[in-house]
């Protein structure tokens, strides 16, 4: 048997085994052929499908980068209307402040004049009451040392008028010695 098993050769072809195989490669092969144009159409929707969603994926991407580009610009365009809004607000602040500090300066300019105006009147004011209380005192004091009434309101008022320039013009002659 050892020989037996030496002696067969081992390139013979077996008919039944050759047989079975080709009826089996048939079967097979008529299947595959069968079922070739619907794999073959599969196959081809199938690489449809991906690159339709490849071009679909492309176009989006496209979109997005497109919106993309479209919110960047409005985003510039709204940093630059509020920097021009920014700008309009810094300069209608400046105007309002020269406009607050010029009426300022127009009201303290009026203030002030109308204190001198005030006090303008309250010095005449005062030297009008001071000049008749000195006539008074003046009338007096002349009629207690003359020894006669001055009872003539015209007389007396001359005697105080020129009692009262005298006086002023011997005050302007010792503030005059005063400063030199």
């Not at 309009?88 to 009026?110: D, F, L, N, P």
């Amino acid at each position: 048997m050892i020989m037996a098993a030496e002696s067969e050769n081992i390139l013979r072809i077996h008919w039944d085994e050759f047989t079975f195989g080709l009826i089996a490669f048939l079967i097979i092969l008529g299947i595959v052929a069968k079922m070739w144009p619907k794999m073959s159409q599969a196959l081809d929707e199938r690489a449809n499908q991906i690159e339709g969603g490849i071009e679909r994926a492309r176009k989006a991407e496209a979109e997005a980068e497109e919106i993309r580009q479209q919110y960047r610009e409005k985003l510039e365009e709204a940093h630059r209307q509020y920097s021009q809004e920014l700008e309009k607000a810094k300069e209608q602040r400046a105007a309002i402040i020269a406009e607050a500090r010029e009426e300022a300066q127009v009201e303290a300019r009026r203030i002030v004049e109308a204190a001198h105006a005030q006090i303008e009147a309250d010095r005449q004011h005062a030297l009008h009451q001071l000049r008749s209380e000195i006539g008074t005192l003046s009338s007096d004091l002349a009629s207690r040392i003359v020894g006669e009434t001055l009872s003539d309101s015209a007389a007396q008022s001359r005697v105080i008028d020129r009692f009262l320039t005298e006086l002023e013009q011997s005050e302007g002659v010792q503030s005059q010695a005063e400063v030199r």
